[in-house]
């Protein structure tokens, strides 16, 4: 290649900025095709020029920034969370996470971000009263954020090493704010819960009841996801929390549970067994107001979240969230039947269980079902 070619400015897509490369060494302009990059990248040729097709100097006067890495990473971010089309749980914190380095660290240099500098987010974060839990969630993020920049060749990897040095916060060494653990919610106050539900969410909140299931599990249950051949019936969710582990979910369905749904199962298999428009029909008959602005197929995680809360509120009920109904049935599993049970009927074996192991786990939760779902 001639010596007397001018290196080109560039995009590089995984970040988003622009870039020139000198004698071997890239450097980063700021964003693609802005007024600054495009300065920047006037006055380093006119220096490399100056210099004899040189560069003398061997440090990149045009490092990314923290602001930059946050936006190249969130980029990465909302494609790499998401799940059947939809964003998943995840994203929310990331965004969060995000928002509180670049509030604090913007102009920095990527490569200047050092473990001092984390603590001193980790001590930002516990003046700001946040619990101890979600701290350590958000550092976590910081690290994967750095890993990322590293592969893609942003940072020097030596910047991610030195992070993970830094522990996360243990309990009751730090002054970081701690959290009850969710406990499980009384059949009492379920109970009462359910005479201000509709039938749809009724079944639902039953169902999820007698299985463990996951709330996500039971929102997105249709006909044709159900087994019906065994006395215990199986449940192969379609979606589920760790399917991009390739791990398989089953939820058992024993006597109770089946009661419940058997109303539910002779509609089209392909739809979902407790739809909100159903429940929409019900509370207009019962000449109740409804916004028909956001109805869809199925419950949402927020639209099961609030309707559980206002049936709380007119039930005169402690609010409870659908992923107590989980808690209290794990709870009841493992006080009668064993850690062991408890644990495959929720779905909490580990990926690299071995088949055998995983098959007599799954007869342990038919029996266990049998007897008390």
Not at 8 to 14: N, Q
Not at 277 to 289: D, L, Y
Not at 310 to 333: D, K
Request: proline fraction near 6%.
């Amino acid at each position: 290649m001639s010596t007397r070619r001018v290196p080109s400015y560039r995009l590089h897509k995984p970040s988003g900025r622009a870039v020139v490369t000198l004698n071997g060494q890239d450097f980063y302009l700021g964003r693609w095709q802005s007024a600054e990059s495009k300065a920047e990248y006037d006055r380093l040729i006119g220096q490399w020029l100056a210099q004899g097709r040189r560069i003398q100097n061997s440090g990149n006067p045009a490092q990314i920034t923290i602001t930059e890495l946050v936006a190249a990473y969130w980029e990465f971010a909302r494609r790499y969370y998401t799940k059947h089309g939809e964003p998943t749980g995840q994203l929310p914190g990331v965004k969060v996470t995000l928002r509180w380095l670049r509030r604090a660290y913007g102009p920095t240099p990527a490569a200047d971000f050092s473990p001092l500098a984390l603590r001193s987010l980790q001590q930002q974060m516990i003046e700001a009263d946040l619990s101890r839990r979600y701290i350590n969630d958000n550092c976590g993020r910081i690290k994967r954020l750095f890993r990322w920049a590293v592969s893609q060749e942003l940072v020097p990897v030596e910047v991610y090493q030195a992070l993970l040095t830094v522990p996360g916060l243990k309990r009751g060494r730090s002054n970081a704010r701690e959290t009850l653990p969710v406990p499980p919610v009384s059949w009492e106050h379920v109970e009462a819960t359910l005479r201000e539900l509709s039938p749809p969410l009724q079944g639902l909140v039953k169902f999820a009841w007698f299985t463990g299931c996951r709330p996500a599990e039971a929102r997105l249950l249709r006909p044709m996801d159900v087994d019906r051949s065994g006395k215990v019936w199986c449940y192969r969710p379609s979606r589920h929390k760790t399917e991009h582990y390739d791990n398989e979910r089953r939820v058992f369905i024993g006597p109770q549970a089946q009661q419940v749904l058997q109303p539910w199962l002779s509609r089209d298999p392909e739809a979902f067994c407790f739809s909100p428009r159903e429940a929409v029909a019900f509370r207009r008959r019962h000449k109740q107001r409804v916004d028909l602005r956001h109805i869809q197929s199925h419950y949402t995680k927020d639209s099961l979240n609030l309707a559980i809360r206002r049936a709380c509120q007119r039930a005169g009920v402690p609010v409870w969230r659908p992923n107590q109904l989980r808690h209290a049935c794990g709870t009841e599993i493992r006080r009668k039947f064993g850690l062991d049970a408890a644990q495959v009927v929720l779905g909490h074996a580990h990926a690299d269980v071995t088949q055998v192991y995983a098959e007599r786990n799954f007869r342990l939760a038919e029996e266990t079902m049998l007897a008390i779902g």
